[in-house]
């Protein structure tokens, strides 16, 4: 029976059907598989990747539950597109092991009705662009998929400036039209979406190389810098570039590299577009406070993520003051024996509930040992490289493997 079970997983082609463990994907049917355009090789997948972020906690809440659950949310498809789906679940003893079979439906067309309250919480009103939330939704998938089939993304900051004065509603009309022509100069699988009163961020999913970017991206400077209509004002523009994995391999460090570039456009004069500089050659990370949003809601892991931040930080001010390079060695050197601790807190944690978490563990290793390949070689370089790659690894650690591992330990009562 239970053989059955898991040749029914894969096999169903109608039905999309899956197992959950650990947070990790580990059987799907060919169904699920087109319902997410997943490749086959699919298994190993953080589910969480495939669940809007604001709607991850209700999901993996479901996921825990030791009876039956179903709960609603928005799910994302590998080209981080969003639809409404709905999953229904059931612990079961499967050949490989206990985990929580899924069955998926997606809803579009059921909630057809229902959509324009969840299109309202996605679209700024003023553009009808997507807004900051579908934005970041949208980028935090497009780095999952471009890490499951190792291609390079690009994320765009884009600064306006209206060149002459407009009332609100003449201002609207001009966006729109603005929204309408940029829409033009990217593909369909791109993403346009206006972050704030006068910042916009484009997402291209699939390039071949870096510089491919800079097509799309003059062909926005030129729609942006023409007028929408004849007697209207034209509008100012510079745009920031930063490319997935080459300058940073997380959202946040993404868009903090695209930043950096928007600031040195900007300091050019503006009206021009300019790349992120690369890791390597950059003196120290960016400063990066820590955020509530870093938060995975476990008190023993978020106090250390915190100190952890704080460490790369601190490594960071003494790349940027010119301390002294024997203390450099040594902050790099504090920064291994607190990310080795902080390992061996997880693994213990895993270890007292059982969790099968190789993957989790596996992260755990690679880290350690990229980081001996670093500082074996203690140059100025080395410290700064490796300062640069545990902050990117850091976010993109707790969203891909720490928040599905965080959501397990709370229910199991872990606080």
Excluded: K
């Excluded at 300058?247 to 868009?255: E, F, K, P, T």
């Excluded at 390597?280 to 023993?300: F, K, M, Q, S």
């Excluded at 920064?335 to 902080?342: A, F, K």
């Amino acid at each position: 029976m239970q053989a059955a079970c898991v040749e029914a997983l894969a096999g169903a082609r109608r039905l999309a059907l899956g197992a959950v463990r650990d947070g990790l994907l580990v059987h799907a049917s060919a169904g699920l598989r087109r319902m997410f355009a997943l490749p086959e090789g699919a298994t190993g997948t953080p589910f969480a990747e495939l669940v809007a972020p604001e709607d991850r906690e209700r999901v993996a809440q479901a996921l825990a539950s030791p009876d039956e659950a179903s709960v609603a949310f928005r799910a994302m498809r590998a080209d981080a597109s969003l639809f409404e789906a709905e999953l229904s679940s059931v612990r079961a003893a499967l050949p490989d092991g206990p985990a929580t079979v899924i069955a998926l439906s997606d809803l579009t067309e059921r909630g057809r009705a229902a959509r324009p309250l969840s299109y309202l919480a996605l679209v700024d009103p003023v553009s009808g662009l997507p807004n900051q939330r579908a934005f970041l939704a949208r980028l935090q998938a497009t780095l999952g998929a471009a890490r499951r089939v190792d291609r390079p993304s690009v994320a765009m900051l884009v600064a306006i400036e209206e060149s002459g004065e407009l009332d609100p509603e003449a201002r609207g009309a001009s966006l729109r039209a603005l929204s309408a022509r940029l829409r033009q100069c990217l593909r369909e699988t791109d993403t346009i979406a206006r972050l704030g009163q006068t910042e916009l961020g484009v997402l291209l999913p699939r390039v071949d190389e870096l510089a491919h970017a800079a097509l799309p991206a003059a062909r926005m400077l030129a729609a942006l810098t023409r007028p929408a209509a004849p007697d209207a004002p034209g509008w100012r523009a510079s745009i920031g570039i930063a490319c997935y994995p080459a300058d940073a391999g997380s959202a946040d460090l993404l868009l903090e590299r695209a930043r950096a570039a928007l600031a040195e456009a900007l300091r050019g004069g503006g009206n021009r577009f300019a790349f992120a500089m690369p890791v390597a050659a950059a003196a120290a990370p960016a400063y990066l406070p820590w955020n509530p949003r870093y938060a995975v809601g476990v008190e023993v892991m978020d106090g250390q993520h915190r100190e952890l931040l704080e460490c790369i930080n601190r490594l960071g001010d003494g790349l940027r003051s010119g301390r002294d390079f024997d203390e450099l060695v040594e902050a790099l050197r504090e920064l291994v024996r607190y990310t080795e601790h902080h390992f061996a807190t997880e693994e213990r944690l895993m270890d007292e509930l059982g969790a099968r978490a190789e993957r989790h563990r596996g992260e755990h290793r690679r880290l350690l040992d990229s980081l001996m390949r670093f500082t074996l070689r203690l140059d100025a370089e080395g410290v700064s490289q490796s300062a640069a790659f545990l902050q990117d690894w850091l976010f993109r650690h707790i969203d891909e493997v720490d928040r599905p591992f965080a959501a397990f330990l709370r229910n199991h009562g872990q606080r």
